[in-house]
């Protein structure tokens, strides 16, 4: 009896702490997302109403998403060796690349989702943004790449770096 409650006690905390983990990494790409989509809602015209529309139209999405864009972003770290003492200009390219091809990605998967459901919404201005969503990404990777360290450090979610740590304590103990 009391294996069977310490197993459903253990389910329950990975449970909460994967979920946490997705809020948190929601968290952070809805605080990516609404200054980035704002410029480049503004660079392709739309004014201010419009663009709060589609920011707030985009929370769910952000929510969704943010954890497999923070993944991904993770996983391009893992990939290039990326740590907390890199050198800064590796850490941006990483983060740039990582967080560019994801949501651009996205972004034209929701256009052609868009276009496909409302064929009578004027598409010009989704084409124009076409030219910015890559520019605009490519180039605040890095702004995600921080805004994950530091919202997975205050709500104490294991992010990358940390779990690089670890490992590496896993293998010095290992060895001794």
């Known amino acids: 009896m ?3 409650r310490l197993a459903d006690k253990e389910d329950n905390e990975k449970l909460r702490s994967r979920l946490k983990r997705r809020l948190v990494n929601g968290a952070t790409l809805v605080c990516y997302s609404i200054p980035v989509g704002m410029g480049i809602d503004y660079l392709i015209g739309l004014n201010l109403d419009q663009s709060c529309m589609a920011r707030s139209s985009a ?4 929510m969704l998403l943010g954890d497999y864009q923070t993944r991904f972003t993770d996983l ?3 990939v290039f060796k990326v740590t907390k003492e890199s050198h800064w200009l590796k850490k941006t390219l990483v983060d740039n690349g990582s967080v560019g091809i994801f949501q651009t990605g996205l972004y034209l998967a929701g256009v052609g989702i868009t276009h496909l459901f409302y ?20 180039s605040t990777g890095r702004f995600f790449g921080w805004l ?8 104490h979610v294991k992010g990358y770096y940390e779990k690089l740590e670890s490992e ?3 293998t010095y103990k290992k060895q001794d």
């Open 59 to 62: 929370i769910p999405l952000n």
């Open 148 to 155: 994950s360290n530091e919202f997975r450090e205050i709500f």
């Open 119 to 138: 064929p009578e919404i004027d598409m010009e201005q989704f084409y124009k943004s076409l030219v910015f969503v890559p520019l605009a990404v490519f």
């Open 168 to 170: 590496k304590t896993k």
């Open 2 to 4: 009391d294996l069977e």
């Open 76 to 78: 391009a770290r893992k």
